[in-house]
């Protein structure tokens, strides 16, 4: 926007969700979706410079410092993100049971299994467990 006129200057389009979120870094924009994704944009070109993948719900924050950029998830993670590569460095998994496997586990309900699934346990072959 023209902080002067009021007027559109350029219009940033590639998200086909929600955006949640915005930072701005020298000439770079980067956006957090409800898509899952965060975008890097030339703020000048109005490019999409990278898109980072990775996390498993809505992008709710994000942030820039010392050539990272981070992010925070409704999936309940914060990954740490190379700004250069796009690639995911690190991840912090707050989830609970994150990477719990419960395979075997027998006599829970339907509803004590959703809860394990919600803070993150293993569950993918949950149907062969039961």
Same mark, same amino acid.
């Given at each position: 926007?023209?902080?002067?006129? /009021?007027?559109? =200057? #350029? &219009?940033?389009?590639? %998200? *086909?969700? @929600? !955006? +949640?979120?915005? $930072?701005?870094?020298?000439?770079?924009?980067?956006?957090?979706?409800?898509?899952?994704?965060?975008?890097?944009?030339?703020?000048?070109? /109005?490019?999409? =410079? #990278? &898109?980072?993948?990775? %996390? *498993?719900? @809505? !992008? +709710?924050?994000? $942030?820039?410092?010392?050539?990272?950029?981070?992010?925070?998830?409704?999936?309940?993670?914060?990954?740490?993100?190379?700004?250069?590569? /796009?690639?995911? =460095? #690190? &991840?912090?998994?707050?989830?609970?049971?994150?990477?719990?496997?419960?395979?075997?586990?027998?006599?829970?309900?339907?509803?004590?299994?959703?809860?394990?699934?919600?803070?993150?346990?293993?569950?993918?072959?949950?149907?062969? =467990?039961?």
């Amino acid at each position: 926007w023209d902080i002067q006129t /009021g007027e559109c =200057i #350029r &219009t940033f389009a590639g %998200h *086909d969700n @929600l !955006v +949640m979120c915005l $930072g701005v870094s020298g000439g770079d924009l980067f956006s957090g979706s409800a898509n899952k994704t965060l975008k890097q944009w030339d703020i000048q070109m /109005g490019e999409c =410079i #990278r &898109t980072f993948t990775g %996390h *498993d719900d @809505l !992008v +709710m924050c994000l $942030g820039i410092s010392g050539g990272a950029l981070f992010s925070g998830s409704d999936d309940g993670t914060l990954k740490q993100w190379d700004i250069q590569t /796009g690639e995911c =460095i #690190r &991840t912090w998994d707050n989830r609970l049971a994150a990477g719990a496997n419960f395979r075997g586990a027998e006599g829970l309900t339907e509803a004590q299994w959703e809860d394990l699934r919600s803070l993150g346990a293993m569950l993918d072959d949950l149907d062969s =467990i039961k």
